[in-house]
């Protein structure tokens, strides 16, 4: 039998036959590319100049070819020359992935030992065996040594083929270390989506890789500490690591959990990703940061926010009586079967598959009422949601379809979330995936499936942007209320909610047209940011005096009259968000500095009343109105942060 040696001195001898390259059509090239009687090398320079000559896809039918052929026949002159292959630096990558792919896939099989046979045909197919095994050793060794230097350079290819050219480098231990260090580089890459290589991190956990948790862990602690990358997806690799990731070193654990709780103190970040810092803390941190981690949750239960349910701050969700009420829940959804299609169970594509339908659904009714009523049947330029033609200034035909495209695109993230979330809730051990499929389960049971969907699809909604136990706690807020689910508040912790909701809302409605601060308190909103903008206030001031229109000296009002009588429009519409941004500002200033809450002030009194008389009108068959007043004196003193 030739060795390989035998074989490469073959290949010098047969180079007196080289045909030569500049005398030979690029259309001939394939043939000779083919033609197993010439040398290696001069089958390797006429590939190289065939890459450099042609468009891609000829050189890639061209490889193809020739793995075939090798994954025929196993020859060994096909095997040289496709290692070499992947060796020449003038190769396109692409083309190196094929033939290592090739090289890898190619074994030579054993011979079958049937009990019928002779002791020595027994004995005889024994040794080929081991020569066999030998021989397809020493293969994928090389192959993976070929597959290791094309990982080196994987310009220009699509990012989904290069984390699976790299994942195939890490079944080999041998070269565990290049392929992590790939992999570190391919994730560190802030020119691919931050939220796709993220999953591509977790996309490993389903990879038939014995090393997956060495190099999910080396990925996340990148991730993490990347400063490029967004805080939303450094909290999830946070989260991955303290939640699954084996961290025997102490010192990785602490530098974790200070980066996770410098994310919860930063105040520049915002309401969510603070609360979603600390609440990763609370659910795996060590025990003392976990009681920092608590006070961070309870003092953020003044910002942000949302009106709808219990869950309007960051305080409620880590309410002990509805953390108890959500691990009874939790227990409860322990006992359901995942639903079934057919002999399989559902996934979580199937399930989010599902609920693109019902959006799709509610797109196509839109769409259908917009079409009745377009008036710019002939326009260019198209709805962003239902994509029917518009006015070249506008971005959606109608406020419905603005509303609609929102409210899809906050579901949407919140699915997203879902799927990447690792944080394990109760002693079940239930992720996000797993409560949101028992949920679905449930409810497509359930005599009241369609309400339940509804609540589902508003849950969803809401809870877009929250932390990991809001995701939770609104999870299961879709069947509270159905059966004998419910998920327990104190009546003054429900008042404090509702109040708190409101107000948050109303700060994000300042800028809105029918805002107060643009018609009743618009004088007011003027008069704060001319007092904060001395330079402007006195020219206006300098202006008035000049005229000898007014001899004293010139009235608030006056004041704010001169400046709004040029670009009223547009200095109010800056004024108001301004104002806006100030009124989120002074919301952690303590109480105590008076002087520095004069935009909050504004707010809150302009609001206060009203929320009031509202929940008054919504409590009073429930509570005394002594008990009202307490409630409401209580709300106040959370919400100014003086509890």
């Given amino acids: 039998m030739s060795t390989l040696i035998d074989l490469e001195d073959k290949q010098e001898f047969l180079e007196n036959k080289e045909p030569p390259i500049n005398e030979t059509e690029i259309t001939d090239f394939p043939k000779i590319i083919r033609d197993l009687s010439l040398s290696n090398n001069t089958r390797l320079n006429f590939f190289t100049e065939y890459c450099k000559g042609m468009e891609i896809e000829y050189p890639l039918e061209l490889i193809s070819g020739l793995t075939g052929m090798y994954q025929f026949s196993g020859t060994k002159i096909l095997e040289i020359f496709l290692y070499d292959l992947c060796t020449l630096?003038?190769?396109?990558?692409?083309?190196?992935?094929?033939?290592?792919?090739?090289?890898?896939?190619?074994s030579e099989d054993e011979e079958d030992i049937n009990e019928n046979d002779e002791e020595s045909l027994k004995e005889i197919k024994k040794e080929s065996n081991i020569a066999v095994r030998n021989r397809n050793e020493l293969r994928t060794k090389r192959a993976y040594n070929a597959l290791n230097n094309t990982c080196c350079n994987l310009t220009g290819i699509p990012t989904p083929c290069k984390i699976e050219t790299i994942v195939t480098l890490m079944a080999c231990t041998q070269y565990k270390m290049e392929a992590d260090t790939y992999f570190r580089q391919l994730i560190a890459d802030s020119t691919i989506n931050c939220d796709y290589r993220y999953k591509s991190i977790l996309s490993l956990e389903r990879k038939n890789i014995s090393s997956s948790e060495f190099f999910i862990k080396n990925a996340c602690l990148d991730f993490l500490d990347d400063s490029y990358n967004l805080v939303y997806y450094r909290i999830l690799a946070g989260q991955y690591l303290l939640q699954k990731s084996p961290l025997d070193d102490a010192k990785i654990r602490d530098d974790i959990e200070f980066k996770l709780l410098t994310f919860a103190r930063d105040q520049d970040l915002d309401y969510d990703r603070r609360a979603d810092a600390a609440d990763v803390i609370l659910n795996v941190g060590c025990e003392y940061n976990k009681i920092i981690a608590r006070s961070i949750i309870m003092s953020l239960g003044t910002?942000?926010?949302?009106?709808?349910?219990?869950?309007?701050?960051?305080?409620?969700?880590?309410?002990?009586?509805?953390?108890?009420?959500?691990?009874e829940v939790l227990e409860f959804l322990s006992t359901i079967d995942l639903l079934k299609i057919g002999d399989n169970y559902i996934d979580f594509d199937y399930a989010n598959a599902q609920?693109?339908?019902?959006?799709?659904?509610?797109?196509?009714?839109?769409?259908?009422?917009?079409?009745?009523?377009?008036?710019?049947?002939?326009?260019?330029?198209?709805?962003?949601?239902?994509?029917?033609?518009?006015?070249?200034?506008?971005?959606?035909?109608?406020?419905?379809?603005?509303?609609?495209?929102?409210?899809?695109?906050?579901?949407?993230?919140?699915?997203?979330?879902?799927?990447?979330?690792?944080?394990?809730?109760?002693?079940?051990?239930?992720?996000?995936v797993n409560i949101f499929l028992k949920i679905y389960s449930y409810l497509q049971t359930h005599d009241s499936k369609d309400e339940m969907t509804t609540r589902l699809l508003e849950e969803l909604e809401e809870m877009s942007g929250t932390c990991s136990t809001g995701f939770a706690s609104r999870l299961i807020n879709v069947i509270s209320g159905f059966g004998d689910f419910n998920i327990r508040i104190s009546w003054s912790d429900q008042l404090v909610a509702n109040f708190t909701g409101r107000l948050n809302a109303m700060v994000r409605k300042i800028t809105e047209q029918d805002s107060i601060f643009r018609t009743g308190k618009l004088h007011d909103v003027i008069e704060l940011w001319l007092?904060?903008?001395?330079?402007?206030?006195?020219?206006?001031?300098?202006?008035?005096?000049?005229?000898?229109?007014?001899?004293?000296?010139?009235?608030?009002?006056?004041?704010?009259?001169?400046?709004?009588?040029?670009?009223?429009?547009?200095?109010?519409?800056?004024?108001?968000?301004?104002f806006a941004e100030q009124v989120y500002n002074e919301m952690t200033i303590k109480s105590s500095h008076f002087s520095n809450r004069q935009h909050f002030l504004l707010f809150f009194r302009a609001n206060m009343l009203a929320i009031r008389e509202e929940l008054y009108e919504e409590f009073k068959n429930y509570i005394s109105d002594v008990d009202f007043d307490l409630y409401i004196r209580k709300a106040i003193m959370i919400y100014e942060g003086d509890i």
């Fill in 89 to 106: 630096s003038d190769i396109p990558p692409i083309i190196k992935i094929e033939a290592a792919k090739s090289l890898l896939a190619f």
């Fill in 355 to 432: 609920i693109e339908l019902i959006l799709k659904d509610r797109k196509e009714h839109i769409v259908q009422n917009n079409r009745i009523k377009n008036t710019h049947p002939n326009n260019s330029k198209k709805c962003k949601y239902c994509e029917l033609c518009i006015q070249e200034e506008h971005e959606y035909c109608t406020s419905e379809c603005t509303l609609a495209d929102e409210r899809q695109q906050r579901i949407r993230v919140a699915l997203n979330r879902i799927y990447i979330d690792r944080a394990l809730y109760s002693k079940y051990n239930n992720t996000l």
């Fill in 531 to 578: 007092n904060t903008h001395c330079a402007v206030k006195n020219s206006v001031i300098y202006k008035l005096t000049a005229s000898k229109s007014i001899t004293d000296r010139p009235k608030m009002t006056d004041i704010v009259a001169e400046y709004l009588s040029t670009d009223r429009e547009d200095k109010i519409t800056s004024c108001i968000e301004d």
């Fill in 303 to 327: 910002v942000g926010g949302n009106v709808k349910t219990i869950f309007d701050n960051a305080q409620n969700v880590h309410n002990e009586k509805i953390e108890e009420s959500v691990a």
